[in-house]
Protein backbone atom coordinates (compact mmCIF):
# COMPACT_ATOMS: atom_id res chain seq x y z
CA UNK A 1 0.00 0.00 0.00
CA UNK A 2 1.39 3.60 -0.35
CA UNK A 3 -0.06 7.56 -0.31
CA UNK A 4 -0.35 10.40 -2.83
CA UNK A 5 -0.05 13.42 -2.23
CA UNK A 6 -1.09 16.01 -5.13
CA UNK A 7 -1.01 19.51 -4.69
CA UNK A 8 -4.27 21.54 -4.99
CA UNK A 9 -3.22 23.80 -7.58
CA UNK A 10 -1.21 22.27 -9.53
CA UNK A 11 -2.44 17.82 -9.36
CA UNK A 12 0.58 16.96 -11.72
CA UNK A 13 2.74 17.66 -8.47
CA UNK A 14 2.42 14.77 -6.91
CA UNK A 15 4.64 12.83 -3.93
CA UNK A 16 4.10 8.69 -3.72
CA UNK A 17 5.60 6.84 -1.19
CA UNK A 18 4.85 4.13 1.30
CA UNK A 19 2.55 3.24 3.58
CA UNK A 20 5.08 3.48 6.44
CA UNK A 21 6.97 6.58 4.84
CA UNK A 22 4.10 8.46 5.79
CA UNK A 23 3.01 7.14 8.88
CA UNK A 24 6.91 7.90 9.72
CA UNK A 25 6.89 11.60 8.41
CA UNK A 26 3.40 11.95 10.54
CA UNK A 27 5.12 10.76 13.43
CA UNK A 28 8.21 12.80 13.10
CA UNK A 29 6.22 16.37 12.50
CA UNK A 30 4.09 15.65 15.64
CA UNK A 31 7.30 14.65 17.48
CA UNK A 32 8.83 18.43 16.48
CA UNK A 33 5.65 20.44 17.22
CA UNK A 34 3.28 19.44 14.62
CA UNK A 35 -0.54 19.28 15.81
CA UNK A 36 -2.77 18.84 12.48
CA UNK A 37 -5.76 20.95 12.55
CA UNK A 38 -7.72 17.46 10.41
CA UNK A 39 -7.97 17.11 7.00
CA UNK A 40 -11.11 18.54 4.95
CA UNK A 41 -13.23 16.19 3.12
CA UNK A 42 -14.34 16.94 -1.05
CA UNK A 43 -17.79 19.16 -1.18
CA UNK A 44 -19.77 16.17 -2.17
CA UNK A 45 -18.71 13.96 0.98
CA UNK A 46 -19.88 17.42 2.92
CA UNK A 47 -22.87 17.27 1.83
CA UNK A 48 -23.30 13.41 3.39
CA UNK A 49 -23.42 15.16 6.64
CA UNK A 50 -25.72 13.67 9.39
CA UNK A 51 -25.34 10.40 7.09
CA UNK A 52 -21.75 9.27 8.86
CA UNK A 53 -20.86 9.97 12.12
CA UNK A 54 -17.15 10.86 11.76
CA UNK A 55 -17.99 14.28 9.76
CA UNK A 56 -18.57 17.43 12.26
CA UNK A 57 -21.92 18.69 12.50
CA UNK A 58 -20.99 21.91 13.75
CA UNK A 59 -18.31 22.60 10.97
CA UNK A 60 -19.43 20.43 8.00
CA UNK A 61 -16.37 21.15 6.26
CA UNK A 62 -13.68 19.40 8.96
CA UNK A 63 -13.30 15.76 9.45
CA UNK A 64 -12.94 14.24 12.98
CA UNK A 65 -10.85 11.66 11.05
CA UNK A 66 -6.81 11.54 10.57
CA UNK A 67 -4.33 11.86 7.44
CA UNK A 68 -3.71 7.93 7.36
CA UNK A 69 -6.97 6.77 6.64
CA UNK A 70 -8.30 5.49 3.39
CA UNK A 71 -10.29 8.40 2.62
CA UNK A 72 -9.05 10.43 0.27
CA UNK A 73 -8.69 14.13 2.16
CA UNK A 74 -7.29 17.47 1.88
CA UNK A 75 -4.80 19.36 4.27
CA UNK A 76 -5.33 22.77 4.23
CA UNK A 77 -2.92 25.71 3.30
CA UNK A 78 -2.14 26.37 7.15
CA UNK A 79 -1.94 22.82 8.42
CA UNK A 80 0.42 21.80 5.06
CA UNK A 81 2.62 25.53 6.20
CA UNK A 82 2.86 24.15 9.66
CA UNK A 83 3.54 20.41 8.43
CA UNK A 84 6.78 22.10 6.39
CA UNK A 85 7.83 23.55 9.34
CA UNK A 86 7.74 20.99 11.55
CA UNK A 87 9.80 18.89 9.35
CA UNK A 88 12.07 21.81 8.94
CA UNK A 89 12.81 21.65 12.52
CA UNK A 90 13.16 17.94 12.57
CA UNK A 91 15.60 18.49 9.02
CA UNK A 92 17.47 20.40 11.35
CA UNK A 93 17.94 17.82 14.39
CA UNK A 94 18.45 14.81 12.10
CA UNK A 95 20.15 12.12 13.85
CA UNK A 96 20.47 9.22 11.59
CA UNK A 97 20.21 5.58 12.40
CA UNK A 98 23.09 3.56 11.02
CA UNK A 99 22.22 0.48 10.11
CA UNK A 100 24.13 -2.25 8.51
CA UNK A 101 21.53 -3.63 6.66
CA UNK A 102 21.87 -0.86 3.88
CA UNK A 103 25.56 -1.92 3.50
CA UNK A 104 26.01 -3.25 -0.39
CA UNK A 105 27.11 -6.78 0.27
CA UNK A 106 26.13 -7.08 3.74
CA UNK A 107 24.01 -9.85 4.93
CA UNK A 108 22.07 -8.41 8.14
CA UNK A 109 21.90 -10.79 10.98
CA UNK A 110 18.86 -8.77 12.28
CA UNK A 111 20.57 -8.45 15.86
CA UNK A 112 22.28 -5.26 14.20
CA UNK A 113 19.56 -3.10 14.46
CA UNK A 114 16.66 -1.95 16.62
CA UNK A 115 14.73 -3.53 14.14
CA UNK A 116 12.41 -0.17 13.63
CA UNK A 117 12.44 1.71 10.28
CA UNK A 118 13.09 5.54 10.27
CA UNK A 119 12.46 7.86 7.22
CA UNK A 120 15.81 9.10 5.52
CA UNK A 121 16.41 12.92 5.58
CA UNK A 122 15.86 12.79 1.40
CA UNK A 123 12.12 12.33 2.37
CA UNK A 124 12.41 14.42 5.04
CA UNK A 125 13.60 17.49 3.28
CA UNK A 126 11.18 16.48 -0.29
CA UNK A 127 8.02 16.09 1.90
CA UNK A 128 8.72 19.45 3.61
CA UNK A 129 9.29 21.22 0.35
CA UNK A 130 6.01 19.83 -1.17
CA UNK A 131 4.62 20.97 2.00
CA UNK A 132 5.53 24.60 1.47
CA UNK A 133 3.83 24.70 -2.10
CA UNK A 134 0.34 25.07 -0.42
CA UNK A 135 -2.24 22.56 0.41
CA UNK A 136 -3.05 19.02 -0.68
CA UNK A 137 -4.80 16.17 -1.30
CA UNK A 138 -4.22 12.88 0.51
CA UNK A 139 -4.78 9.51 -1.23
CA UNK A 140 -4.42 5.97 0.28
CA UNK A 141 -3.61 3.60 -2.51
Known sequence: MSFRLSNQN?????????????FDIIS?????????MGPVNDAWTVGLVGEYPELSLERPDLWTGSYTGDEGSMVVLDDALNLADALDRAFMEFNPHPSLEYIPGY???????????????????????????????????
Do not use: R
Open 10 to 22: YPDQALYMSTSAW
Open 107 to 141: ENSGDQTDGSSHVGIGVIQIVKEFCYKGAFWIEHL
Open 28 to 36: LAEDHGWNP
